[in-house]
C-alpha cells in the first residue's frame, strides 16, 4: 500500500504546551502541527516511520533501530512510549543495502522483552508528541537517523528503497520528517548569524512549494555549511520515498524560532 500520509514537521522544544510559559511564542506552528496531528489520527496510521536527524547516529551509515519499544520522557508529565515494528525496519534496512545504501541496524539494552527499548530524544518526542502519542490505536514506529557526513544521494537513495517496501506493504504507513531548518539566524543564537540562513530556508520554502524536493541534491554545499540546518537529510529521504510514492505537498505554515527557522508541510494523496 503506498504511503498515506507524509510531511516535515520540526522538533522545537517549546512547541510542546505542557512546557512553555509563553503559549503565543511560535503558536503559528503550534496550531499547525495540532491540525496535522487531527489529519493524520483520522487516517489510521498503523505505523509511523520517523526520519530523525538526531537519535543514534554512526559515522558511516544511515542507523535503523530494530528494537522493540521506544520510551520518551520529556518532563513529568509528558511521557512517550511505543511499540517499534522491527520487521518493516529490517526489510527498510535490507532493501536499502540491496541498493548499495550504507545501513547499519542497531538495538539498545536487552536482546529482547522489556529491556530493548531505545530512549528517544528532542528529534523525536516533539514530532511524536502531535502525530501519533495520544492516537487511538496508537501507531507502531519505526525510527531512523541520517549521517550527515555521507553523500546526499545516498540519504535520497535510501528513500527510494524505504518508498519500495511501503509499497509492497498491506499496512497503512505515515512518514514523518522531523527536521528544523537554518539555525544562524542569530547573532546571539549559538551558532551566531548568516545571511545563509535566509536563503536557506527561503529555498527549501520553493522547493516545497515547487514540489521539486529532487532539486536539494544540488543544493550549494557552502550555503549549506553556512547556514546550519538539519532539514536537509531527513527531506532528502523524503523525497526519496516520494519518488516511489507520488504525492501532492502543501507548505502550511513557516517561522523563526528564536534563532533557527521551522516549517511544516504536508504531503497526501
Same mark, same amino acid.
Given at each position: #500500500?503506498?504511503?498515506?500520509?507524509?510531511?516535515?514537521?520540526? @522538533?522545537?522544544?517549546?512547541?510542546?504546551?505542557?512546557?512553555?510559559e509563553d503559549k503565543n511564542k /511560535?503558536?503559528?506552528?503550534?496550531?499547525?502541527?495540532?491540525?496535522?496531528?487531527?489529519?493524520?489520527?483520522?487516517?489510521?496510521?498503523?505505523?509511523?516511520?520517523?526520519?530523525?536527524? @538526531?537519535?543514534?547516529?554512526?559515522?558511516? +551509515?544511515? *542507523?535503523?533501530?530494530?528494537?522493540?519499544?521506544?520510551?520518551?520522557?520529556?518532563?513529568?508529565?509528558?511521557?512517550?512510549?511505543?511499540?517499534?515494528?522491527?520487521?518493516? +525496519?529490517?526489510?527498510?534496512? !535490507?532493501?536499502?543495502?540491496? #541498493?548499495? %545504501? &550504507?545501513?547499519?541496524?542497531?538495538?539498545?539494552?536487552?536482546?529482547?522483552?522489556?529491556?530493548?527499548?531505545? &530512549?528517544?530524544?528532542?528529534?523525536?518526542?516533539?514530532?511524536?508528541?502531535? $502525530?501519533? @502519542?495520544?492516537?487511538?490505536?496508537? &501507531?507502531?514506529?519505526? @525510527?531512523? *537517523?541520517?549521517?550527515?557526513?555521507?553523500?546526499?544521494?545516498?540519504?535520497?537513495?535510501?528513500?527510494?528503497?524505504?518508498?519500495?517496501?511501503?509499497?509492497?506493504?498491506?499496512?497503512?504507513?505515515? $512518514?514523518? =520528517?522531523?527536521?528544523?531548518?537554518?539555525?544562524?539566524?542569530?547573532?546571539?543564537? &549559538?551558532?551566531?548569524?548568516?545571511?545563509? =540562513?535566509?536563503?536557506?530556508?527561503?529555498?527549501?520554502?520553493?522547493?516545497?512549494?515547487?514540489?521539486? $524536493? !529532487?532539486?536539494? $541534491?544540488? /543544493?550549494?554545499?557552502?550555503? %549549506?555549511?553556512?547556514?546550519?540546518?538539519?532539514?536537509?537529510?531527513?527531506?532528502? /529521504?523524503?523525497?526519496?520515498?516520494?519518488?516511489?510514492?507520488?504525492?501532492?505537498?502543501?507548505?502550511?505554515?513557516?517561522?523563526?524560532?528564536?534563532?533557527?527557522?521551522?516549517?511544516? =508541510?504536508?504531503?497526501?494523496?
Amino acid at each position: #500500500m503506498p504511503l498515506i500520509y507524509s510531511c516535515i514537521v520540526p @522538533h522545537a522544544g517549546d512547541l510542546i504546551p505542557e512546557t512553555v510559559e509563553d503559549k503565543n511564542k /511560535i503558536a503559528l506552528t503550534r496550531q499547525t502541527i495540532q491540525e496535522m496531528g487531527q489529519r493524520l489520527q483520522a487516517l489510521t496510521p498503523e505505523i509511523v516511520i520517523l526520519i530523525n536527524p @538526531h537519535g543514534f547516529r554512526v559515522q558511516s +551509515a544511515l *542507523s535503523v533501530c530494530i528494537a522493540e519499544k521506544a520510551i520518551g520522557e520529556w518532563s513529568p508529565d509528558v511521557k512517550l512510549e511505543f511499540d517499534l515494528e522491527p520487521s518493516l +525496519a529490517n526489510s527498510i534496512a !535490507d532493501k536499502a543495502t540491496e #541498493m548499495n %545504501v &550504507p545501513v547499519v541496524k542497531y538495538i539498545y539494552g536487552a536482546s529482547s522483552g522489556d529491556g530493548c527499548y531505545i &530512549p528517544l530524544d528532542w528529534g523525536a518526542i516533539v514530532p511524536l508528541y502531535f $502525530l501519533g @502519542h495520544r492516537f487511538e490505536p496508537k &501507531p507502531k514506529l519505526v @525510527h531512523i *537517523s541520517p549521517m550527515r557526513t555521507l553523500p546526499l544521494q545516498l540519504h535520497y537513495d535510501f528513500g527510494r528503497a524505504l518508498g519500495q517496501v511501503v509499497k509492497q506493504s498491506s499496512q497503512r504507513i505515515a $512518514l514523518i =520528517a522531523s527536521a528544523d531548518q537554518a539555525h544562524a539566524h542569530q547573532a546571539e543564537g &549559538p551558532y551566531g548569524f548568516d545571511p545563509a =540562513a535566509d536563503q536557506y530556508d527561503a529555498l527549501m520554502q520553493k522547493t516545497i512549494q515547487d514540489g521539486q $524536493l !529532487d532539486e536539494l $541534491l544540488s /543544493i550549494d554545499a557552502t550555503l %549549506v555549511e553556512n547556514a546550519k540546518p538539519d532539514s536537509l537529510w531527513p527531506t532528502l /529521504i523524503l523525497a526519496g520515498a516520494l519518488k516511489e510514492n507520488p504525492r501532492q505537498g502543501k507548505l502550511l505554515s513557516y517561522e523563526v524560532n528564536e534563532y533557527f527557522g521551522i516549517l511544516c =508541510a504536508e504531503y497526501q494523496p
